[in-house]
Structures are given as structure tokens and as C-alpha cells.
T-cell receptor, first 114, second 113 residues
Framework: SAVISQKPSRDICQRGTSLTIQCQVDSQVTMMFWYRQQPGQSLTLIATANQGSEATYESGFVIDKFPISRPNLTFSTLTVSNMSPEDSSIYLC???????????FGPGTRLTVL | GENVEQHPSTLSVQEGDSAVIKCTYSDSASNYFPWYKQELGKRPQLIIDIRSNVGEKKDQRIAVTLNKTAKHFSLHITETQPEDSAVYFCAAFFTGTASKLTFGTGTRLQVML
């Protein structure tokens, strides 16, 4: 497996502002992903963070709202832009261990938008 | 795209009894099926997985079975304990133009003393 950390662990933000969430892994991984988990719901993939190129977004998620960076093989950021209360959720990053399809999750960031 | 259905949404069992959670998937090309356990306020944790070239896999009290023809897979927990209480998610790895995991809707398992 891998040791994955996320910062911040939680935040309370005002509507209209933006928050950047960081994900750090202790080893180089090819694939990193960002998920959203709304209260009591399942995990929904936002995008795949590609190292050296633009992220690949799932249907319903756009780069202007959720810009993603992946500057190297151990780090990624997700920004939630122009937030509204509907963005209140848990945001999780995950990593895929090299070519195994197996994903491990970070501890998550609990975001509340007022 | 891939669709994963999961049943039941909630499950209560007596301590020591068995629990079974079932999932079906839509894409016959899916070839990897992990199960995650998520305790309240915690991250999803991988507990067992199975690949399409295997019909069953066991790890102590948990087992997973896969029926490729019917496109369904199941999680079996035997001799349930209170610490098994959590939400369980199945997932299927979709090998389309953009490979990704698609998750089921989750099963809240409560083990009663």
C-alpha cells in the first residue's frame, strides 16, 4: 500500500471563495484520482490527475470549477472554486499502486460551505 | 459507461451470524472488483478484491465470489463481530477509453450484540 496524506483535514468556507486541497503520497505513483463523497452517499470520481498533462474530468465536472494540478508523481492538488453550499462534501484523493488497478484512499477533506 | 448496483442498502445481523452483500455490474469487460469498508468519519479501506480470472477468494472471515456470466459478485462475512459494523462499497474497474473504478451505492452493516 502507500501512505497518503491530505491537507486540510477539514475547513469551513464562505460561499464565493476557493479552497485548495493537497494530496501527498510517500512513493511515486502513476495514477492519482480525486473523488467527492456527499453525506451518506457513495464515492463519485471527479477527475484523474495526470502527471505532466491536463486532468481527465468525469461527466458533470469541469476544469473551471475543479482545477487540478499534478506537478510530480507524489503530489496533487484539487481546487474547489467559487464555492456554494452544494459543494459541502468530503473530498478524497486516491492513488493506484503501479499497474495493479488497486486504489488506496487518503483520509479525506471535510468541506463545509456557508 | 459502467453501472454498479449494490444490495441491500442496509443490513442488520446478530453477532456471530453471516452477512452477504451483492453487486451487479453492467460492463462485461470489467476485470477487477474490490471491496471497501468505511467506518464513520474514516477513509474507505480496501478489505478484499478479486480479478476476473478467479471465481472465489477468501481472507479469514471474509470472502468474495464472482460470477462473470451473470455479471455479479458478492461479499461474504462469517462470524460477524461488532467491529464489522460499517458501510461497505463494492466497485468494478471499467476498462473503457478511460479506465476507472465505479462504486456501488453502499451497504450499511450493523452487527447487533
Amino acid at each position: 500500500s502507500a501512505v497518503i496524506s491530505q491537507k486540510p483535514s477539514r475547513d469551513i468556507c464562505q460561499r464565493g471563495t476557493s479552497l485548495t486541497i493537497q494530496c501527498q503520497v510517500d512513493s511515486q505513483v502513476t495514477m492519482m484520482f480525486w473523488y467527492r463523497q456527499q453525506p451518506g452517499q457513495s464515492l463519485t470520481l471527479i477527475a484523474t490527475a495526470n502527471q505532466g498533462s491536463e486532468a481527465t474530468y468525469e461527466s458533470g465536472f469541469v476544469i473551471d470549477k475543479f482545477p487540478i494540478s499534478r506537478p510530480n508523481l507524489t503530489f496533487s492538488t484539487l481546487t474547489v472554486s467559487n464555492m456554494s453550499p452544494e459543494d459541502s462534501s468530503i473530498y478524497l484523493c486516491s492513488v493506484e499502486i503501479q499497474h495493479t488497478d488497486t486504489q488506496y484512499f487518503g483520509p479525506g477533506t471535510r468541506l463545509t460551505v456557508l | 459507461g459502467e453501472n454498479v448496483e449494490q444490495h441491500p442498502s442496509t443490513l442488520s445481523v446478530q453477532e456471530g451470524d453471516s452477512a452477504v452483500i451483492k453487486c451487479t455490474y453492467s460492463d462485461s469487460a470489467s476485470n477487477y472488483f474490490p471491496w471497501y469498508k468505511q467506518e464513520l468519519g474514516k477513509r474507505p479501506q480496501l478489505i478484499i478484491d478479486i480479478r476476473s480470472n478467479v471465481g472465489e477468494k477468501k481472507d479469514q472471515r471474509i470472502a468474495v465470489t464472482l460470477n462473470k456470466t451473470a455479471k455479479h459478485f458478492s461479499l461474504h462475512i462469517t462470524e460477524t463481530q461488532p467491529e464489522d459494523s460499517a458501510v461497505y462499497f463494492c466497485a468494478a474497474f471499467f476498462t473503457g477509453t478511460a479506465s476507472k473504478l465505479t462504486f456501488g451505492t453502499g451497504t450499511r452493516l450493523q452487527v447487533m450484540l
